[in-house]
């Protein structure tokens, strides 16, 4: 493989792929409106920063517990601390759900309509008590910096 | 991201269960830090669905600023409106940037380690937010 090649091919793989990224970008346009090519590389760009950001402070929190791992609870922290708190609720219903398709699909497949003990609103419920807790830790956490929030709710999906 | 079991009413809205974005390489972009020792697969998956908000937050807002001004492609110009809107977008954003005057230090930014083969894209970001400044 040519050296121009390698050093192209590493620099793809450290950043996100462009068709999905796309595909999303379009999904939330209205049909008729296009993107210009170097602003969604700049986009593509800007998204990468964003995963070095959260994952820089999401490590920050994570050493100031003393662990070795970045765990969840590091993340939403992040989130958090970095003014982007209204992603909070969505991405941690997205994980509590895939928690519970992958505890299914341990079971080696079986479909059931319950998982483990549990029905859908014992689930429901223990989520939100989950939400709570984590609320709880992080409005008792240490020093929140200031950061605006101009949307008092999430309304990112319409 | 898609809607399942809709049949009860529909109250449900899109939400990224299955996020789009491959984990594994976001993982692999995360571990281009060499501050970075281990994560936990499920707090990757956490980033991977933030990382698909925020880019369907810069896509939307981005849109807006297009219709407002009644065209039908987003410019790069456009997109750096839509940034500007938000303050936490706009911080980090321009923050970095390596010299820039605007910097006010953040108390928790993590190591600010730049990865070489992520240079590339800070610098376009750098020189297209200058450009405005």
């Known amino acids: 493989m040519d050296p121009a090649d390698i050093v192209e091919r590493i620099k793809e793989d450290a950043s996100l792929p462009k068709a999905s990224m796309t595909k999303i970008i379009k999904e939330m346009l209205p049909p008729d409106v296009r993107v210009a090519r170097d602003a969604q590389d700049l986009i593509i760009d800007c998204c990468v920063e964003f995963i070095n950001l959260i994952s820089s402070e999401s490590n920050e929190v994570c050493s100031r517990e003393e662990r070795k791992t970045i765990a969840p609870e590091h993340v939403l922290k992040a989130l958090q601390v970095l003014g982007f708190g209204e992603y909070i609720e969505e991405v941690y219903t997205a994980y509590e759900q895939h928690k519970l398709e992958t505890m299914d699909s341990v079971r080696g497949g079986v479909r059931l309509n319950s998982v483990a003990e549990m029905t859908e609103e014992q689930a429901l419920a223990e989520q939100q008590r989950m939400f709570a807790e984590a609320r709880a830790r992080m409005n008792g956490g240490t020093s929140v910096p200031t950061q605006t929030d101009p949307e008092p709710e999430p309304s990112l999906n319409s | ?133």
């Open chain 2, 1 to 133: 991201m898609t809607t399942e079991h809709d049949e009860d009413g529909g109250a449900t809205t899109e939400e990224p269960h299955h996020p789009s974005l491959p984990i594994s390489r976001i993982k692999r972009i995360m571990k281009l830090d060499k501050d970075i020792n281990k994560v936990n697969s499920e707090a990757a998956f956490l980033i991977t669905c933030s990382t698909e908000l925020f880019l369907q937050f810069l896509a939307e807002r981005s849109a807006q600023v297009v219709l407002e001004r009644k065209k039908k492609t987003i410019k790069l110009d456009h997109f750096r409106v839509a940034v500007k809107q938000h303050q936490p977008t706009n911080d980090f954003l321009l923050d970095c940037l390596p010299n820039n005057s605007e910097v006010v230090p953040k108390e928790s930014r993590g190591s600010g380690s730049k990865k070489d083969v992520g240079a590339s894209g800070s610098k376009k970001i750098e020189a297209f937010f200058n450009k405005c400044s």
